[in-house]
């Protein structure tokens, strides 16, 4: 079990904490622990380390890594659940929170689990495994509507309706059962001319893959929920690689900082706006050149900060 890529944006993360050797810090997607381990190398024993992940085997392949420390609790849950998470450890707030949104490279690398485009494996797509939607009942069951809908705003697919039909147009003969067939329906609806940005069944996977995982839906309110899970001071940093993870989160921290909407010419605020922090960054953290270079991953990946006061 192998959990051995490099994080992404790991230096302005940490940065990005500002870790107190006795806080308490939640990593909601621990993965193999790229992140982790260099929180608890800055945590004291007083400290603590909360690392969360609804895929159980990132979460065997953390607990490995970070065997040394002893001041690590491990969740096998969905960082969208952080405040209940929270009440069950009688934790009332933290001094940091992490998210690192999307699907891990391991993930991907392990082409069994039907992340991938390339080889030919079971359509399942689930981070959880114990979940029952997979993504061989998405491209099965859902109609074609629905489908185009799905890969139009989730992948940003402009050859979508063509996905779509040629999908169900497929599925009236046979099931889809693997990553191979649905690489060849994707490629046969896409012109060759227009197939020079990537591989082309990339965006296709994407939208089918955070269908699965109900990835964007909940967003925003994780977002606004691990806020108020933050102590005075502490701070929220959240990695998206989505167009729409990274509006989700943005306009979460814009609600979350409050803006009085009364007219200039009242002496004083009748509205009630309440400011539960700033955002530390105005414009996303992106990766340098050079990481780039090194971690194709870390190309689309945007870093906001959150400072609760």
């Known amino acids: 079990m192998k959990?051995?890529?490099?994080?992404?944006?790991?230096?302005?993360?940490?940065?990005?904490?500002?870790?107190?050797?006795?806080?308490?810090?939640?990593?909601?997607?621990?993965?193999?622990?790229g992140h982790s381990i260099e929180i608890v190398?800055?945590?004291?024993?007083?400290?603590?380390?909360?690392?969360i992940d609804r895929d159980e085997e990132a979460l065997e392949a953390a607990k490995e890594r970070l065997a040394i420390y002893k001041n690590v609790i491990y969740i096998h849950d969905n960082h969208d659940n952080?405040?209940?998470i929270l009440q069950k450890l009688e934790i009332n707030q933290v001094d940091g929170i992490l998210l690192d949104l999307g699907v891990s490279s391991y993930q991907l690398d392990e082409r069994n689990r039907g992340f991938s485009y390339l080889g030919e494996n079971e359509l399942d797509m689930r981070m959880d495994k114990s979940q029952e939607l997979t993504a061989k009942r998405v491209v099965n069951y859902?109609?074609?509507?629905?489908?185009?809908?799905?890969?139009?705003?989730?992948?940003?697919?402009?050859?979508?309706?063509?996905?779509a039909r040629n999908i169900c147009n497929y599925r009236k003969e046979k099931t889809i059962n693997t990553t191979?067939?649905?690489v060849e329906i994707i490629e046969k609806s896409i012109p060759k001319s227009k197939q020079n940005d990537g591989h082309p069944a990339k965006r296709t996977f994407q939208a089918i893959r955070?269908?699965?995982?109900?990835?964007?839906?909940?967003?925003?309110?994780?977002?606004?929920n691990s806020i108020e899970c933050l102590k005075p001071q502490g701070r929220l940093c959240?990695?998206?690689?989505h167009s729409l993870e990274d509006r989700a989160v943005k306009n979460a921290y814009i609600e979350a900082k409050g803006k009085c909407t009364c007219p200039s010419d009242l002496p004083y605020c009748v509205c009630g706006a309440k400011s539960l922090g700033n955002m530390v960054n105005k414009k996303p953290i992106v990766a340098t050149k050079e990481e780039q270079e090194e971690?194709?991953?870390?190309k689309s990946a945007k870093l906001r900060i959150f400072e609760r006061i």
């Open 295 to 298: 971690n194709s991953r870390s």
């Open 142 to 163: 859902y109609s074609e509507k629905e489908l185009a809908n799905i890969i139009y705003e989730y992948g940003e697919e402009r050859f979508s309706r063509q996905i």
């Open 210 to 224: 955070i269908e699965v995982n109900n990835e964007i839906k909940p967003l925003y309110n994780t977002v606004k």
């Open 3 to 33: 959990f051995e890529h490099k994080p992404v944006l790991l230096k302005e993360c940490i940065e990005g904490l500002q870790i107190k050797p006795d806080g308490i810090y939640v990593d909601g997607t621990i993965g193999g622990a």
């Open 238 to 241: 959240i990695i998206t690689f």
């Open 82 to 84: 952080i405040k209940e």
């Open 41 to 51: 190398k800055r945590l004291s024993n007083k400290g603590l380390l909360i690392g």
């Open 180 to 182: 191979k067939e649905l």
